[in-house]
């Protein structure tokens, strides 16, 4: 065995129940970093998930980033005469081009896409009158670019593509206006048109303020409804890769000039909270194994002082002061380590317990378990905080060992 590795090893022994309290602080600090960390990574990448599934990766819509100059304005930009109060010309609104768009798009791997036209509607039943969002859409796309199938508690996304004429709708707006699976309800557009769709389907997402707006029927009902023929004022993209959305947007709307939003920029500022809260868990957690690291600090400090004289004897014998060093830095080292490899498993053991609890939050229809994150990277950034803030522990005390100077303590022990 190496002797540096052997003295170390003494020093731990001949101190066992220090360095088990040691040990123990390092355990307690890896386990409740493991737990906190793992649970708010895996409620944060839940959020996420829930984000980036109720809605679509990008959203490329009828409007650009900023007004387009007047041509004159563009034929002399340094001109000493300025136009204003223009008003622009009255068009029907929509996506020039969006079929052969859409063909580009649906080319490249890796991406769906579905053009949509939206629009508000009228819903009358039995007296009531409700302003609701109407989203057309192709029904054979519904299933792949959103997520209503997975949320209809009652018929299916078949059903629309069956019946074209059928509309799908929100629970909770059936609720509010005491529909019936099956009824016959009337829309009635700002343009005067008026239709009868039948419920074919109906969704609980788990957000009432959509499931009591949001309606779902064939593009071209709408188009009808809003006399916006072979129109579409926004196309959504859904990616395989959710991360690759901000610069493929960015792409996209420097290509074809129309406005595209991936979900970072629609949801910046959320995602700007999650980064904070991210600091401050880690701030928190890592206190915890800085708290841990004073009993090494302790314990090394406390031979170092005690082995001032043994510490001389040994530089005299030809030992450097990086050897001594190198000594005491190697206990911190074993100390971590050990209580590196007593922590994962009670840090495993505490996500395992925090995933059995099960709640049901106010408001809520459904019970929910803790979300926790099993990946790698937590246990891999676990044990570098608990190795670091051993090494630093053991660094200053082993710092001041290798300082001894032998000629000053042998002189005074004689």
């Not at 922590?343 to 459904?366: D, N």
């Amino acid at each position: 065995m190496n002797i540096a590795v052997f003295i170390a090893l003494k020093h731990l022994l001949s101190r066992k129940r220090q360095s088990v309290v040691s040990v123990m602080g390092i355990v307690i600090g890896v386990a409740f970093f493991l737990a906190i960390s793992s649970l708010m990574q895996g409620s944060q990448k839940d959020f996420i998930k829930q984000l980036i599934d109720s809605a679509p990766h990008i959203t490329v819509s009828d409007d650009f980033r900023a007004a387009k100059r007047q041509p004159v304005s563009a034929a002399y930009p340094h001109g000493l005469i300025d136009l204003r109060s223009v008003k622009p010309l009255t068009e029907t609104r929509g996506i020039r081009g969006y079929k052969k768009i859409l063909e580009d798009l649906k080319s490249m791997p890796g991406v769906l896409a579905s053009a949509v036209l939206t629009g508000q509607a009228l819903l009358s039943f039995a007296g009531k009158d409700v302003n609701v969002t109407l989203n057309g859409m192709i029904p054979e796309d519904l299933r792949d670019i959103t997520t209503i199938e997975d949320d209809m508690i009652r018929g299916s996304v078949d059903d629309l593509i069956a019946d074209r004429n059928g509309i799908l709708l929100g629970q909770s707006l059936m609720d509010k206006l005491s529909l019936s699976f099956g009824d016959n309800i009337t829309l009635a557009a700002s343009t005067g048109q008026v239709r009868v769709f039948r419920i074919i389907g109906t969704f609980r997402t788990g957000r009432s303020e959509y499931d009591e707006v949001q309606a779902f029927v064939d593009i071209k009902r709408v188009q009808s409804m809003l006399d916006r023929t072979n129109r579409a004022n926004s196309i959504i993209i859904k990616l395989d890769n959710p991360d690759d959305a901000f610069y493929f947007s960015r792409d996209l709307e420097a290509r074809i000039g129309y406005k595209s939003v991936s979900w970072q920029e629609a949801s910046e500022d959320l995602l700007n909270t999650l980064v904070i809260r991210n600091i401050i868990m880690y701030s928190v957690v890592s206190a915890v194994l800085i708290v841990a690291a004073f009993g090494i600090y302790n314990i090394i400090s406390t031979v170092v002082m005690e082995k001032h004289r043994d510490i001389s004897i040994m530089k005299s014998m030809g030992f450097t002061a990086s050897d001594v060093k190198q000594i005491f830095l190697i206990q911190g080292i074993v100390l971590g380590i050990a209580g590196l490899f007593a922590g994962l498993p009670l840090g495993c053991a505490l996500m395992y317990a925090l995933m059995q609890v099960r709640f049901k939050p106010p408001g809520a229809t459904e019970v929910i378990n803790m979300p926790l994150d099993w990946s790698v990277p937590q246990f891999l950034i676990a044990s570098a905080f608990a190795l670091t803030a051993a090494i630093l522990a053991a660094w200053l005390p082993a710092r001041k060992a290798a300082q001894v100077l032998p000629v000053d303590i042998l002189r005074g022990g004689m």
